[in-house]
């Protein structure tokens, strides 16, 4: 694999510099999504945690999809929105907030009473028996959530709106210095994150601020955005000092998660490692070799557009399921799949590495219409992707900046899995045009203001 050892940083060159001269700046998304994959993919070709490199096959595909993404960006330009129409969506987004606060508030009991139940088994029972009350299995819904419903509004409400309400009240800080979403938002999350011992909530927290924190600085740099009222600096400055802080933070907590999942044995400078490599690199190895074997499930079948599509899918056939109880959804039959551990590498005694969940959107889109699906969804993205910044960019529109600050979350998570495949995503996704469109606040815009 020496050559990809050449080629990739190479390709990621080439594309970086297109994206400079698309947007005329070195700091946009095409060119952070493009370098994240380029820099992993590169990174697997050293297996420096003892993993297998990935086949040439598979390290093409993903150059052919960086590839995609970057000519997706080729054909976005922004748009010219009339300004007092942008300031009028502005100050909806604004109200809207608050409108998210006081739902947030209402999960705050209800996230409690899942802490005081999960909190006894989180410290003293097993990690994999503790995740199967928290998600339950294929012959029983979760008793943490105290059944099958509880658990489907959870996952349907409560864990997209706080997700939303994140990007949102990242949002409403970094350009306005409010603070309340983004502080009741944080808790939840965390404790969401603990609740399912999910370290990816606190990653995402430390790359979703991340992401907002640049786009803003960079309209104001371009100019003040469109809205009632003038535009307030952060009261809490957000310099390298805290930033590295948080980071600190943010990894004492997933390390600390990690020996909760059962890494006790290999010790902090191994599951640092793991962390650091293995987590993003073993999403290609496990993905390759299901494009390598040809008997196996991604090369058996078609989804056509299932998988990728995949949370709202599973929307459609709760109701669905009425006239036929038969029917699985494809993100539940690829999930119950890819939970299937795997070797994927040999560790420094010759013991095997198992993997496993991580297969990175590739899956998805391979699984739905094989090189045809990962161009044409690279494409899209690429364009929506690129629409979405440069609308921000040009008219301060607070919703482009929500869209390019999810899209961009999803082109780096997305090398782990598939964010599309669940709910969050889609949710979120539809959550942006209401924020500018109807105000469910009820409030007048200066007072409001004046009282914050």
């Known amino acids: 694999m020496r050559t990809f050892m050449i080629l990739v940083p190479a390709a990621g060159l080439y594309l970086a510099l297109l994206s400079l001269f698309k947007f005329k700046r070195l700091m ?26 990935p086949s040439s096959r598979t390290q093409f595909m993903v150059l052919v999809m960086l590839a995609s993404v970057s000519l997706g960006s080729f054909l976005a330009f922004p748009r010219e929105r009339d300004p007092g129409r942008t300031a009028l969506a502005n100050e909806r987004f604004k109200q809207n907030g608050r409108f998210l606060y006081g739902i947030n508030l209402l999960f705050v009991p209800l996230m409690g009473l899942l802490l005081y139940r999960a909190i006894p088994a989180l410290f003293f029972s097993d990690p994999v028996l503790y995740r199967k009350e928290v998600y339950g299995t294929p012959d029983g819904p979760s008793p943490l959530f105290g059944g099958g419903y509880g658990q489907f509004l959870f996952f349907l409400i409560v864990s997209p709106v706080i997700f939303f309400s994140l990007i949102a009240g990242l949002i409403s800080f970094f350009r306005y210095g409010k603070k309340r979403l983004l502080i009741v938002s944080l808790l939840l999350i965390i404790s969401e994150g603990l609740i399912t011992l999910g370290r990816f909530n606190f990653y995402y927290i430390l790359a ?33 000092v805290k930033f590295a802080a948080a980071a600190a933070a943010v ?47 991604l090369n058996s079948g078609l989804s056509f557009g299932r998988s990728t599509i995949g949370g709202l899918d599973n929307l459609a056939l ?34 095997p590495i198992l993997g496993n969940a991580f297969y990175t959107i590739l899956y998805s889109l391979y699984y739905d219409g094989r090189y045809l699906a990962v161009i044409f969804f690279s494409l899209v993205f ?6 979405s910044w440069l609308n921000w960019i040009k008219n301060g529109g607070l ?54």
Do not use: C
């Open 28 to 53: 946009n998304p095409v060119l952070v999504v493009v370098s994240w994959w380029a820099f992993w993919l590169w990174t697997s070709n050293f297996s420096l945690t003892g993993l297998f490199v």
């Open 208 to 240: 979703l601020a991340a992401f907002a924190y640049v786009y803003v600085k960079q309209r104001e740099a371009a100019g003040p955005a469109t809205g009632t009222g003038q535009a307030a600096p952060p009261r809490l400055k957000l310099k390298a």
């Open 251 to 297: 990894l004492a907590v997933v390390l600390g998660l990690s020996f909760l999942r059962g890494e006790k044995s290999a010790g902090p400078l191994a599951a640092l490692e793991k962390i650091a490599v293995e987590y993003h690199t073993v999403g290609l190895v496990l993905f390759d070799q299901e494009l390598s074997a040809p008997s196996s499930r």
């Open 318 to 351: 709760v109701f669905l399921r009425r006239f036929n109880p038969d029917i699985v959804p494809v993100a539940q039959e690829s999930g119950a799949y890819m939970a299937e551990s795997r070797q994927v590498g040999r560790d420094a005694k010759g013991g």
């Open 382 to 387: 690429g364009f929506f992707l690129s629409s």
């Open 399 to 452: 919703t482009s900046l929500a869209a390019v600050v999810l899209l961009t979350y999803v082109g780096v998570f997305s090398l782990f899995q598939s964010p599309v495949e669940g709910l969050k995503f889609w949710v979120a996704l539809l959550l942006i045009p209401w924020m500018k469109r109807f105000s469910l606040a009820f409030v007048k815009p200066e007072r409001q203001e004046a009282d914050e």
